[in-house]
């Protein structure tokens, strides 16, 4: 008895070359078939998974610890979605070296729908931060009385219905599918004709596209345009803040870049076309960089926390502290009670 198992590891639900074959003789014997691709990708999601867990868990630590302020709620929910990405990264892991989905229907469903509740989170969290930095410019007396702790939850907890919301379509319509395999895959199934199926996938990648990258791009863009005309470049340069949120965001969307053309691609080339078929085969390594993003933060913070003598000298811990202060806060309470044309004089500090 031969049959062979086709993974369908993408989050797009694209057939792999991965294959296991079992020959039922009386020498039994099981061969593993896995391509260069997604022997990188396991490495990546090792490495994720190794400083992932451990650098999202630290942030976590840390700011719940701090004083609270509007950085460090800022800070805390982009490393809450990052770490929920890290858990989720042996399941993927699993799911290659096995060949199939074993875990059954709700795991399904839950599993998958986590790097698209970190993507969404993550960028609209970047969106906002964003804003905050724009508002802190443009608008400094307004932010002087309006930012404040309770307004950044209120912020982030309509981040986190969002993401929930934009995810919910791969959550509902995920199934486990034999089709013609012996063992189980985790799908996106649709009910409806073959020509239909397509034109939804299609339309799903464009979404995911648009809201989870072209959308906030452009508003984080016209932002940092905004603040930059606001204030000269020393200001800039001078403030870790702003510093940090800019790596953040140039990361946040180089790693998640080849995820969405891949996407793109896969549902609308021709699957003859020689680009269809290079690319299907390197999605399994793509998919793997959308979660490097969610292991490269605590990174960032520790390397652009201090300079590199200081860092030999001072714990992680201080180094994280530091830059996930808000430096915004002494100066808004020690202000708040003076004129505005003194309050101006706050836009400094972004």
Known sequence: MNFTI????????????????????????????????KWTALF???????????????VVWITLEMKKSVNTIWFVNLAIADLLCCL??????????LGYWPLGLAACKLIPSILLINMYASVLLLTVISLDRWALVAKPIWSQNKRSVKKAYLACLVVWVLAFILTS????????????RVNEACVLHFD???????KIKKCIAIFRFLMGFIIPLIAIIICY??????????????????????????????CWFPYHIAGLILNSASPRSDLYKSTIKADPFLISIAFVNSCINPIIYVLMGHDL??????????????????EQSDSFDSKKTK????????????
């Open 88 to 97: 989720a990264v042996p399941f993927n892991i699993m799911e290659i070296v």
């Open 44 to 58: 990546v999601y090792v490495i994720v998974f190794i400083l992932g867990v451990p650098g999202n868990a630290l």
């Open 309 to 326: 003598k200081s860092k030999f000298k001072k714990s992680i811990q201080s180094v994280m502290r530091k830059v996930l202060a808000d």
């Open 339 to 350: 004129s505005s044309s003194e309050t101006k004089n706050t836009n400094t500090y972004v």
């Open 169 to 180: 379509p791969s959550f509902f319509f995920r199934k486990t599918d034999k089709g013609n």
């Open 192 to 198: 409806f004709s073959a020509e239909y199926r397509l």
């Open 225 to 254: 345009s905004v603040l930059l005309k606001t204030v000269s470049e020393r200001y800039i340069k001078s403030s870790k803040t702003v510093k940090v949120v800019a790596v953040v965001i140039i990361g946040f969307f180089v």
């Open 6 to 37: 086709f993974s369908s590891t993408s989050s797009y639900d694209y057939s792999g070359d991965f294959t296991i074959q079992w020959d039922d003789t009386p020498s039994t014997k099981q061969k593993y078939f896995i391509s260069p691709e």
